[in-house]
């Protein structure tokens, strides 16, 4: 009773080293840039992601709905997104 007790200690003991051992060989990777943007005051709206395109996306949806209709173009749009690295 005892030695299958040790046994499934050493087991799970053996797999969250492997685990953790994983999980710091990802952290090693590149991390993508982050986008953002802001909606200009008083709105408070600002959007962030990994994907410059939803951002840009978002921003129009969120124009439209929320500023009388207002039509923003691709390029209004991608001139509003700010660019972060991400933290080492």
Do not use: W
């Not at 909606?39 to 408070?44: A, I, Y």
């Not at 996306?57 to 660019?83: I, P």
Request: net charge positive; proline share 6%.
């Amino acid at each position: 009773m005892k030695r299958n007790l040790i046994a499934a200690l050493l087991a799970l003991a053996g797999g969250l080293a492997a685990t953790t051992l994983a999980v710091a060989a990802k952290s090693d990777e590149p991390k993508p840039p982050m986008y953002s943007a802001k909606c200009k005051s008083p709105c408070s709206f600002s959007v962030k992601s990994h994907d410059k395109t939803e951002v840009v996306a978002l921003l129009q949806e969120h124009a439209k709905a929320h500023h009388s209709g207002l039509v923003l173009s691709d390029t209004e749009a991608e001139a509003m997104v700010k660019v972060t690295e991400p933290k080492k």
